[in-house]
């Protein structure tokens, strides 16, 4: 799985001091099913690693446990990355990164992008993401056929998603639902929980579930209680 951090690679080093995107700032993220963590392998194919000193390089030919990290999601749509030894990632103000961090703060956040799905087709246990009918611009997570939403990435892990058929945007309804029918977008992030499955989250902080009778909509803050979409 593909995905963009905001993280610099030179040398061995992994270093955050760029404000430009390349491939030095594109990771692949390859789970661990037994530990539940991710590898995380750059563009050079070497992976990042906790050296002794609690540096992370990037210095890897194969991926070992000290290669493993685990990510944890953030109410302010950033994520976390707890190293091998128990400790948070954090950028120090030289910008390299070493994993000596207790607790989250800024230099411990860091924020996530899909950069191989400009789309999404999205689905659950009671069928695929679509619209409710064919005159109505409300979702629906219960539909045999699916319906395709461009994904748009903007700053500090924000996304806009837009229906492929309308060309409108999700906004988040009064009954919580989600309707594709605006103009000026409601951002959401994207959490991912394992390689084929993600949550979705609006920025006040809120999951997006699918009820039993196919309803698609915004339920509190609890991840516990997020659906996790096949995407």
Not at 37 to 62: C, F, P, V
Not at 71 to 93: I, L, R
Not at 213 to 228: E, K, M
């Amino acid at each position: 799985m593909d995905v963009l951090l905001w993280i610099f690679f030179i040398g061995v080093d992994v270093t955050v001091n760029q404000d430009e995107i390349s491939d030095h700032e594109t990771f692949q993220l390859e789970f661990d099913r037994a530990t539940k963590h991710w590898y995380i392998r750059t563009m050079q194919d070497k992976y990042w690693t906790l050296e002794s000193s609690g540096g992370i390089q990037a210095n890897a030919h194969k991926g070992s446990s000290n290669s493993l990290f685990d990510m944890v999601w953030q109410g302010d749509g950033s994520v976390a990355f707890v190293a091998n030894n128990g400790k948070y990632v954090a950028a120090k103000k030289s910008g390299h990164l070493y994993a000596n961090s207790d607790k989250v703060e800024d230099m411990e956040k860091f924020y996530f992008f899909l950069i191989n799905r400009r789309s999404l087709v999205l689905k659950c246990e009671q069928g695929f993401v679509g619209y409710k009918s064919s005159t109505s611009s409300k979702l629906e997570s219960n539909k045999a056929c699916y319906e395709t939403n461009m994904v748009e990435r903007k700053d500090k892990g924000i996304c806009y998603f837009k229906g492929s058929s309308n060309d409108k945007y999700w906004r988040v309804a009064e009954d919580g639902s989600i309707d594709v029918d605006a103009d000026t977008a409601d951002g959401f992030y994207i959490e991912l929980r394992e390689p084929s499955k993600l949550c979705l989250k609006t920025t006040h902080g809120n999951y997006l579930v699918a009820d039993k009778n196919g309803a698609f909509r915004v339920n509190g803050s609890d991840p516990s209680c997020a659906t996790l979409w096949e995407y």
